[in-house]
């Protein structure tokens, strides 16, 4: 019973995730909220980076069928570890931060509801929710791995973003989908694959 549930949402995520690329077309509104001043300090393109790296992930999302013309709109939030933590901890159940969170704007009947002959009743843009990254955590990981934090963060908003539209990395055959995505994504904005180990790590790894 247990596996049957877990395979029916499983199901239901590819689902949404295949009727949210098919939906989305055209331009993409961006929002980017920093209330994180640290941000602005390490990262002066930290916003030209985001959008990059969120039309990225929206352009590596399978297509499939024809063509659609709905506008989708999402919002990046560039944090710190302290809301980070406190969005973990009463939505996850886990009191630490994270690097990042995402939050879908529907589940897939809403959002089927809302889409019609392609394009949103009304014209309204298509909400895919919110990606909330916490600075501290994402630029210590960056410096542990070896990795420029601007590529830690590109890899980071792609990553949320396809969480968005569906996808997600619970079983084996979908991580290993997920990646082929954000590899294929950081690629295109000229990101080096994220999992294969930096120099950093080969060095810690023999000494």
Not at 43 to 60: D, K, M, N, T
Not at 95 to 116: C, E, H, I, Y
Request: aromatic letters at 2%; proline letters at 5%; glycine letters at 10%.
């Amino acid at each position: 019973m247990i596996r049957r549930e877990r395979d029916g949402r499983a199901a239901r995520r590819r689902g949404l995730a295949e009727m949210n690329a098919k939906a989305i077309a055209g331009p993409t509104i961006i929002d980017i909220a920093e209330p994180c001043a640290a941000w602005r300090t390490a990262l002066p393109r930290r916003r030209a980076i985001c959008r990059a790296a969120a039309r990225a992930a929206l352009a590596a999302a399978p297509r499939g069928g024809a063509a659609r013309s709905a506008v989708a709109e999402l919002s990046i939030v560039l944090a710190d570890d302290a809301l980070l933590r406190r969005l973990n901890r009463q939505w996850r159940g886990k009191d630490k931060p994270t690097n990042v969170l995402s939050f879908p704007a529907q589940d897939g009947m809403s959002r089927a509801a809302m889409v019609k002959g392609g394009a949103l009743k009304g014209g309204a843009p298509l909400p895919l929710g919110d990606v909330v990254l916490a600075f501290g955590t994402i630029a210590g990981e960056a410096a542990a791995q070896g990795k420029a934090l601007a590529d830690h963060l590109a890899h980071l908003v792609v990553h949320g973003v396809l969480h968005l539209l569906g996808f997600d990395h619970e079983a084996a055959a979908a991580a290993a989908r997920m990646e082929a995505l954000e590899i294929a994504a950081l690629t295109g904005i000229g990101v080096a694959d994220p999992y294969r180990p930096s120099a950093l790590q080969r060095q810690a790894r023999h000494g």
